[in-house]
């Protein structure tokens, strides 16, 4: 088994080295250009933007790590995207029969071996792993303040997280234009009552006073996407109102007192 998966190794390295290093220094043998319409198209823009460079020197870089046996399962992640799209502009745009079964059998080896080192990315495939600095009992990760609902988040916990959702929708708001930085604005909606959900629940208060900002919100939100009109005056009104009536839920959040005992939302959150 350990010999194939060096011999694997070796021929997969050694392709993805020749490979980059052609289309970069040497220009022994021709690029595919395409036959087919949209893979003609696609790879013009890939030659043009000079992205088709940066994937070649993905696969020069790797390919050199992964005959060297340094770094291989890193390398094997990085280039397993550029093998992807390789497969996909030959069977699905090119339809070429040898192109198409060179990609399949590319992306089938970096498949191959990445399972060979499927030790080295346990830690990638945790079900919910905390990120660094994150309590590992989940008190405090991302996922207890702002994906369940259910439980409490304390007024220490609070008030940082609310500054960064704050600063999160800043940056969207005046540094990503257009409808990007709308939609990404209108997803932080969700996190956003998840933890005045919590913060109520610390408090001993059911959740209902989040739905008040939460509507206001949404339908602002549809106001400034154009998917809502209320009116002249209604549809300068509403987003004002929804941006009010927020700010005044995360103050109380971070100015109300929790529970020190435990309540029907859970047990007390320690600071």
């Given at each position: ?122 830690g990638a495939l945790q079900w919910q792993p905390p990120m660094a600095g994150e309590p590992t009992n989940h008190r405090g990760s991302f ?73 206001l919100a949404i339908a602002g939100f549809a106001i400034w996407l154009h998917l809502l009109s209320l009116g002249a005056q209604l549809d ?36």
């Open positions: 088994m350990k010999s194939l998966v060096l011999a694997g190794r070796l021929v997969f390295g050694a392709w993805m080295l020749s490979n980059g290093a052609n289309y970069l220094f040497l220009s022994l043998w021709p690029m595919p250009t395409g036959h087919e319409p949209l893979a003609i198209q696609l790879m013009a823009a890939l030659v043009h933007s000079r992205l088709l460079d940066v994937a070649m020197t993905i696969q020069l870089v790797t390919g050199a790590l992964i005959v060297a046996g340094v770094f291989v399962p890193v390398a094997l992640c990085v280039v397993m995207p550029v093998s992807t799209c390789a497969l996909f502009w030959s069977a699905v745009l090119d339809h070429q029969a040898l192109g198409a079964l060179l990609a399949l059998l590319a992306f089938a080896l970096n498949g191959v071996l990445m399972l060979a080192y499927i030790d080295y990315y346990k996922d207890s303040l702002f994906v369940h609902p259910g439980g409490r988040t304390s007024r220490s916990q609070f008030v940082p997280a609310v500054i960064t959702l704050a600063a999160v929708a800043a940056f969207y708001a005046y540094f990503v234009p257009g409808r990007s930085g709308q939609w990404s604005m209108l997803v932080l909606v969700v996190p956003a009552i998840i933890l005045h959900v919590r913060r109520l629940h610390d408090m001993g208060r059911n959740a209902w006073p989040v739905l008040i900002p939460g509507i300068v009104i509403v987003p004002r109102a929804a941006l009010v009536v927020s700010v005044a839920l995360a103050v109380w959040g971070c100015i109300g007192k929790g529970q020190t005992e435990a309540n029907s939302f859970g047990a007390p959150v320690e600071a």
